[in-house]
């Protein structure tokens, strides 16, 4: 079977609802979909987190991290966690949860490999396109986040399936790139019910374009990317640098601000968030 056929068999079987997660990712995929009820009481969402230990954790320190807590107030009860970071928010570290897992406890070395940096990628560009919306393109913050936890959840899927197709992690990945990625990760959007607003964000920013100066929600995704400085493992072609090697390249397009100076005013925003989003 070829990589074409592979991920035609991939699509299949995410279109068919088969897609399996651990037990913790399965419990943080419920919570998601009871928070998108508008009706969902804050008992109950307490109640279905504290079910979770490692989403109730992140919940907890979400809270406490200086982007969401500037007052230094501690938060030890998730509750109250909720109140502070409102439902969104919320939604946003449980999907983080289903992401993170989504490739599985039972890995090869390689796969863990993989799927570690890619989520140390992924925490890095969810929590600089979070600042960046605020501070640059004047984006929704909460949607930048999720979109940046979202980014690269067809890869997570794709390493969660090497075991049976060990040619998904042949060579240099650019069948994933070129055919695989957006074609798997749209299918996996689609089954979790993303919002059209960012499922739409996410198919611009798969096309790659980052706008100058960068406005959208996808030119945020992508300037986050640009600028993490822990490249994404699946993209092994993709030789321009990372992270701060690039910020003199991108300074024109912030204007006044200049973007040295925001990640340098930012830089504990974006730390409290990289740490709230580690999934041990």
Not at 47 to 73: D, F, K, T
Request: proline fraction near 5%.
């Amino acid at each position: 079977m070829d990589k074409h056929e592979i991920f035609e068999a991939l699509i299949g079987r995410i279109a068919k609802g088969e897609l399996a997660f651990p037990t913790s990712a399965r419990v943080a995929l419920k919570v998601k979909q009871t928070l998108d009820d508008p009706e969902c009481h804050i008992d109950t969402a307490a109640r279905l987190i504290q079910a979770e230990p490692l989403l109730a954790a992140r919940v907890v320190a979400m809270a406490n991290s200086v982007v969401y807590n500037p007052s230094g107030r501690e938060f030890t009860d998730v509750k109250t966690s909720i109140t502070r970071l409102g439902f969104r928010t919320v939604r946003s570290l449980a999907m983080a949860l289903v992401t993170r897992q989504m490739a599985g406890q039972s890995l090869s070395p390689v796969q863990k490999q993989l799927a570690d940096q890619l989520w140390e990628h992924t925490a890095h560009v969810a929590s600089l396109a979070q600042v960046f919306a605020r501070r640059v393109t004047h984006q929704d913050p909460e949607a930048a986040l999720f979109a940046g936890i979202i980014h690269e959840i067809g890869g997570f899927y794709m390493i969660s399936n090497a075991a049976e197709f060990p040619s998904l992690l042949e060579n240099d990945f650019t069948d994933w790139i070129e055919e695989g990625e957006v074609a798997v990760g749209q299918a996996v959007l689609k089954v979790l019910t993303v919002p059209e607003s960012v499922a739409s964000a996410m198919t611009a920013y798969w096309d790659g374009f980052l706008a100058m100066p960068p406005v959208s929600l996808a030119d945020t995704l992508l300037l986050a990317e640009e600028l993490a400085p822990v490249p994404s493992p699946l993209h092994r072609l993709d030789d321009r640098p990372h992270g701060a090697e690039t910020v003199a390249q991108l300074e024109i397009i912030v204007g006044e601000a200049s973007l040295s100076a925001i990640l340098a005013e930012s830089a504990s925003e974006v730390k409290s968030l990289i740490d709230a989003l580690k999934f041990q």
